[in-house]
């Protein structure tokens, strides 16, 4: 960072800087000599909000999923190599589409996963991304997800496997009750671009973030629901409780929601 800053702090540039993820990587970059790339237009991409409040940022623009139809054709030009699927594929097109709710990541990585596949593999594919999404895409969104603090990552779980679309406050006061510190917890993912607050004070998650959340407790025992931390699925709880799978009920979160 501090050859960039040495190479091009006495010229006019357009510099990018992209994922940025901790405040050391600015500073390194600017420090105290901001004035000295007077001219230059710099552009900072990052999944926190929080991380760059503290510059002189001139415009600050959250990226907006895409809209239907732009999905629809990017996902298409990976897929197909053209910005309309054929109608054949259409329908199911249409079903990986909405899953992905407008992340560029998801629809790229799938596009190019289905290129030149059979219609029963798009069936089976569409089948499993309504509970377990597809391995790279969670890999991707995971880095943000292994850059919380232990005490946030905890927070984030519990929101994912149990509290989407539910209200703040409501939220706040089970996970508080927990000593949790929730509201802090909510703010800061708020600031990493994981969780917003609708208008009616409902927490949204976008439907792949809340499947890398869940996705991550399974891993913890794919095979053995009862010896993951948290239980979501009304019949694995209800498989759990019956068979007394549990080694100890005590140190488990069961919840049927």
């Not at 010229?11 to 800087?17: A, S």
């Not at 790339?37 to 760059?52: A, C, M, Q, R, Y």
Request: proline content about 3%; glycine content about 4%; aromatic content about 8%.
């Amino acid at each position: 960072m501090h050859q960039i800053r040495d190479a091009i702090s006495c010229k006019q540039v357009l510099l990018v800087l992209d994922d940025v993820d901790h405040i050391s990587q600015l500073n390194a970059i600017f420090g105290v000599h901001g004035s000295l790339f007077e001219g230059s237009k710099i552009v900072i991409t990052t999944w926190n909000e929080n991380l760059i409040k503290s510059f002189m940022i001139h415009k600050l623009y959250k990226v907006k999923a895409l809209r239907n139809d732009e999905s629809v054709e990017l996902f298409s030009f990976h897929a197909f190599q053209q910005g309309h699927p054929p109608d054949v594929y259409m329908e199911q097109t249409k079903k990986i589409v909405k899953l992905c709710e407008g992340l560029p990541l998801a629809l790229r990585i799938l596009g190019s996963s289905l290129i030149d596949k059979e219609l029963e593999l798009w069936v089976c594919l569409a089948k499993k991304l309504e509970t377990i999404p597809e391995g790279e895409i969670v890999e991707k969104l995971k880095i943000t997800y292994d850059s919380l603090p232990e005490d946030i990552k905890d927070i984030f779980l519990h929101i994912a496997c149990f509290f989407p679309g539910e209200d703040r406050d409501k939220t706040v006061e089970i996970l508080d009750a927990c000593e949790m510190h929730a509201l802090v917890g909510i703010d800061y993912l708020r600031d990493r671009c994981l969780l917003e607050i609708a208008s009616n004070n409902r927490i949204t998650m976008h439907l792949l973030v809340r499947a890398m959340g869940r996705d991550i407790v399974r891993q913890e025992s794919p095979n053995e629901p009862g010896e993951r931390t948290r239980l979501w699925n009304s019949k694995d709880c209800f498989d759990v409780l019956y068979d007394k799978t549990v080694r100890k009920l005590s140190s488990s979160v069961c919840l049927v929601l």
